[in-house]
């Protein structure tokens, strides 16, 4: 029989009846330090800053200074300086190579200004008649050899490559200084301790809820506080305990209460930390943060998401080289090599055990697995009156209601939601949070944001029909969630939403509880069908479920005379990496054929006494068709009235909103 997990209002699903736990637990991270300094905040100095960037200003110096002489003087055409030589205008020149640099004997007009200082550039092809005319004509020589001298030929030739290396060679030291040491950034993980007195101050009396965990927990903290107790009948304490649960339910907080109350350094650090691009890093990284905890033993090491790094082995999909099984075989190990004397015990934490490798499950690992699930009734009141107790609450706030009223909510949810409802009293600038914020805050939650956008008539009115045919169907079904709420405002990704509240808390579905469920999905397509005549896209996500329900009816409950009772994988599950690759290698085309036929015939079942539940309260569809276009919102007082009484007493199982 399966066991299906708390109930919880949602508008999303997913994978019913057993809601995802894909989405992962999030821990506070701590943030770099400042930019450009060295472990120990040292900034690198001036000099050394400018070294590089002054010896590539000083090469450009070098290798312009020749050439900012010549852009100083203005250039003439060769045949003006042969006339200017002819016309006895041309004092002396200066030859080096095919460029000629001159002195007028007096100061004319080149290129828009005076000047004495001309150049030309002579012609490759040789001017016999030059020389003599320059001789003729008295105009001082002087020639100099184009071709640099010995120092600056080899400044000019190696300078370059030595200006690259020393670069190179710059960035490396600095890079290396900054982090101190060769890939010592990399290499050093994100580990971050927690001190036992200055700065871990949870203790269990901060963890409202969570008895069963607590308790397998002061077994942990007993032992780090008086280890002789257990050693003296032999007995021996786990080394490490596996916190099991979905997102949201305190699993982090519980590790830190551990330490808290034990009074002990406490290293925390997420999984997916350990890997990085480089081969090895995450093994080191495991190394040192075991060394760290060993030197302060006793100490507790929490590792936050461990199926990041603790996936099983061997999938086919790399070999014992990568990256992430050389991590997870260096945490074999160094929780292999505690000794008897060691007090440094690990506390995992994730929302997937089921792809953990077996060899970090095993007895001298984390042979202790400790569930912490979504809290019950009591307990949920509890963790409200902690999340409320710095707020200022109105007399109509009920602990006791919202309590009954958050069935499958986590730890986090329930913050979540005082925190929205006390934002939202900010906002309407009053002095205290009333229940009409905890309401709002609720639906922001479970329903959606608001959204401004309207319907047109026509949409308007096939929504209310939609909608009106879900909550008509849900009324009249046996074995039904109670209605509620119907609402044809926008939501979120919905357009409307029929919300149905469980009566206490369930575990499991029996068979005419999926059969209900899988009428009121089909109330909405039944409904445009009887009133409209035809069907439109806003039934995509009801058909989609009711699929998924009814597949899983046939090839996972064991609901089917035709298929028996045999477990079959689902054709659009996801596998996690490590775990399998392949799904259905064990089912036959037949067999899936057989199953899809089978999930049909349910599917067209529910619909066919979906339209006889509404053909036969036609009237009670149209008057809450009329009622939702008019007032937009029916609450379940006015559901009632205008519904009339339902066909049997509910049974509970989980809420769901429909949309």
């Not at 019913?16 to 821990?27: A, C, H, T, V, W």
């Not at 339910?249 to 808290?260: D, E, H, S």
């Not at 934490?349 to 060899?359: E, F, I, Y």
């Not at 005379?561 to 996690?576: L, M, S």
Request: charged letters at 25%; one cysteine or more; aromatic letters at 6%.
């Amino acid at each position: 029989m399966t066991e299906d997990n708390r109930p919880r209002p949602s508008r999303s699903p997913s994978r019913f009846p057993i809601p995802s736990l894909g989405q992962k637990e999030r821990d506070e991270s701590g943030g770099n330090g400042p930019s450009g300094m060295g472990p120990g905040g040292e900034n690198p100095g001036p000099f050394r800053n400018w070294l590089v960037p002054g010896l590539f200003l000083a090469f450009y110096l070098i290798w312009s200074i020749g050439g900012a002489k010549m852009r100083a003087e203005p250039t003439i055409p060769y045949s003006e300086f042969v006339t200017a030589v002819e016309s006895n205008r041309v004092k002396s020149i200066e030859i080096t190579g095919l460029t000629v640099s001159g002195e007028f004997e007096e100061a004319r007009n080149v290129s828009g200004q005076e000047t004495k200082k001309f150049r030309t550039n002579l012609p490759p092809i040789h001017d016999e008649r030059l020389m003599p005319l320059l001789r003729d004509k008295g105009v001082t020589i002087t020639a100099e050899s184009d071709e640099p001298g010995l120092f600056m030929y080899t400044l000019l030739n190696f300078a370059p490559f030595f200006l690259v290396l020393g670069f190179f060679a710059w960035m490396s030291r600095r890079n290396a200084k900054m982090m101190g040491g060769p890939f010592a950034g990399i290499m050093k993980g994100r580990v971050k301790r927690f001190e036992k007195e200055s700065q871990v101050r949870v203790t269990f009396a901060d963890v409202a809820g969570q008895k069963a965990a607590k308790r397998d927990l002061e077994e942990i903290v007993d032992f780090l506080r008086s280890p002789e107790k257990y050693r003296r009948l032999g007995g021996k304490v786990p080394r490490g305990v596996l916190l099991v649960g979905p997102p949201g339910t305190g699993k982090t907080l519980l590790a830190r209460a551990v330490a808290g109350e034990a009074g002990v350094p406490f290293f925390s650090i997420n999984g997916s930390e350990f890997i990085e691009m480089f081969v090895g890093v995450g093994a080191a990284r495991v190394r040192e943060l075991f060394e760290e905890a060993k030197k302060v033993s006793p100490s507790i090491v929490f590792i936050d998401e461990i199926d990041a790094v603790g996936r099983s082995r061997g999938a086919g999909l790399g070999g014992g080289h990568d990256e992430r099984e050389q991590t997870l075989n260096q945490l074999l190990s160094e929780m292999d090599g505690f000794s008897r004397n060691d007090l440094t015990i690990v506390i995992a934490a994730t929302n997937r055990p089921d792809v953990l490798d077996p060899a970090l499950l095993r007895p001298g690992r984390f042979d202790r697995r400790v569930v912490v699930d979504r809290p019950e009734l009591a307990a949920r009141k509890a963790i409200l009156g902690v999340h409320t107790r710095d707020k200022p609450l109105a007399a109509d706030v009920d602990i006791d209601q919202l309590a009954a009223d958050t069935p499958g909510f986590s730890g986090a949810d329930l913050a979540n939601l005082c925190n929205e409802a006390a934002l939202g009293a900010t906002r309407r600038g009053a002095d205290e949070v009333t229940d009409a914020d905890f309401r709002a805050a609720y639906d922001k939650i479970v329903l959606g944001e608001l959204r401004e956008s309207k319907l047109d008539p026509e949409e308007k009115r096939r929504v209310a029909i939609h909608e009106a045919g879900h909550a008509v169907v849900a009324h009249f079904s046996p074995h039904a969630e109670p209605l509620q709420r119907v609402t044809i405002i926008p939501r979120g990704m919905a357009l409307g939403v029929t919300q149905q509240t469980p009566v206490g808390e369930r575990h499991m579905m029996t068979r005419p509880e999926l059969e209900a469920r899988l009428r009121v999905l089909m109330g909405g397509y039944a409904a445009e069908k009887l009133l409209l005549g035809d069907n439109s896209s806003g039934a995509e996500n009801d058909l989609k479920r009711a699929s998924e329900i009814a597949f899983r009816m046939v090839a996972h409950f064991g609901m089917s005379d035709e298929i028996g009772p045999v477990y079959h994988e689902h054709r659009t599950e996801h596998p996690f990496l490590g775990q399998r690759v392949a799904t259905d290698g064990g089912t036959s085309d037949r067999t899936i054929h057989t199953i899809e036929e089978e999930a049909r015939r349910i599917l067209i079942a529910a619909l066919a006494e979906a339209q006889n539940i509404l053909a036969e309260h036609r009237s009670n569809l149209e008057a809450l068709r009329d009622f939702l276009l008019e007032k937009e919102t029916v609450e379940k007082a006015d559901l009632a009235v205008l519904l009339g009484p339902a066909v049997k007493a509910r049974t509970a199982t989980d809420s769901d909103s429909v949309h």
